[in-house]
């Protein structure tokens, strides 16, 4: 079995965990065929060197992928789904490329390279578990890979896990929070934001590890079979522009959870929560009422949730004039309350990106047939 590792990234640089993956497969004594990472900024020759003295190193420039275009062409996928699929719907100038397409880059080059198995990893993501012991915080080194191989050699087709370190919910305490997750389509993390005094968003690793079936998959903490692409729509997400700046949507790998669900393939969450260092300065503990850089980090989150719900609504066949109208109604009062308790009056801006979020769920459908007819082609084309 042919094994790749990927990533998507800004910049291919020293601050990426790319390398500490690969000296953990090593040290656990797994094979990579090959490393495969998409990139939009900038890429430092000394780090990639290092990479590929250990194993095939493969970096893919959004901008002029290559050999996925020389293949597609050899391989009869026709020029329309090639165009759809390679050339990047954004202006990459501005820095930003939805994860969807930035995510499928990698998928199609690992399968035009012949490889079986594809690992995703996120460039903040680390090979290490966040542990609690005696009242003390630890960091543990994890058998990354065997932990997916164990569930992907006994018949799982995809795996995946949760991360520990901090959760993209910074600890808060405020009258509307309940409204702003009804806002941006989180409404089951309530209890557990409510009660963020207590664990203070902070997630660690159990003692004890505990697999269990899934239909959600996260993109940064996965591996896949690459044959079960035959029977799964690609990742996608969209973007949108307010006020001039371009905001990329969520939930890139939502449309493959629920293609997951609707074919009923096994997906397992192999119970292990690499270490995600959400903010960038862990051990430091977000604050959202004082620290700007985390105020900005939490508002690109939510503006990128509610690029997500409207493709996803309609996907779910939900009433779009109802879910629109009731989302709205609670997220303006959870932005004035979340602005009042940051003293931080951008958040009032989101209800614009909301709306004109919404106004383009037409474009999000069609970008996202597009996506899947070009996908289908593409399949045929490698007899996926």
Not at 103 to 119: P, Q, Y
Not at 252 to 267: F, N, Y
């Amino acid at each position: 079995m042919k094994t790749a590792l990927g990533m998507i990234t800004r910049s291919i640089d020293s601050d990426t965990e790319l390398m500490g993956f690969v000296e953990n497969a090593e040290k656990y004594g797994h094979k990579l065929d090959c490393v495969i990472v998409a990139y939009t900024h900038t890429h430092d020759p000394k780090v990639e060197y290092n990479i590929s003295k250990k194993v095939p190193y493969f970096a893919v420039n959004i901008n002029n992928p290559h050999y996925s275009k020389e293949q597609m062409q050899a391989r009869g996928v026709p020029e329309a789904a090639e165009k759809v699929l390679l050339e990047c719907p954004v202006d990459t100038k501005r820095g930003l490329v939805p994860y969807g397409f930035n995510r499928m880059m990698v998928v199609m080059e690992a399968i035009l390279r012949d490889m079986d198995t594809l690992f995703f990893i996120d460039s903040d993501v680390y090979p290490r578990v966040l542990k609690r012991k005696d009242n003390k915080l630890m960091l543990e080194d994890i058998d990354f890979f065997g932990a997916h191989f164990k569930h992907l050699n006994t018949g799982s087709e995809v795996t995946t896990g949760e991360y520990s370190g901090y959760n993209i919910l910074p600890p808060a305490t405020f009258e509307g929070m309940e409204d702003l997750l009804i806002g941006v389509q989180k409404p089951d993390m309530l209890e557990y934001w409510q009660t963020s005094n207590l664990h203070r968003c902070l997630v660690t690793q159990p003692d004890e590890i505990i697999s269990k079936p899934c239909k959600k998959v996260l993109g940064g903490n996965m591996a896949i079979k690459l044959s079960a692409f035959a029977k799964l729509p690609p990742f996608f997400s969209s973007h949108y522009v307010a006020d001039g700046e371009l905001y990329l949507c969520r939930g890139e790998d939502t449309t493959l959870g629920l293609g997951i669900a609707q074919t009923g393939m096994k997906c397992t969450d192999i119970g292990l929560n690499p270490l995600h260092d959400t903010y960038k300065d862990y051990p430091v503990e977000p604050d959202l009422q004082n620290d700007k850089a985390v105020q900005d980090r939490f508002y690109y989150a939510c503006t990128g949730w509610i690029g997500r719900n409207p493709l996803l609504n309609h996907i779910l066949g939900n009433d779009i004039k109802e879910t629109r109208r009731h989302q709205r109604e609670h997220l303006e009062r959870g932005l004035r309350a979340l602005s009042n308790y940051t003293g931080n009056s951008i958040y009032n801006g989101i209800i614009n990106n909301f709306d004109i979020s919404w106004d383009s769920v037409g474009r999000y459908i069609n970008e996202f047939d597009q996506v899947s007819d070009a996908w289908d082609s593409f399949r045929k084309g490698v007899n996926l």
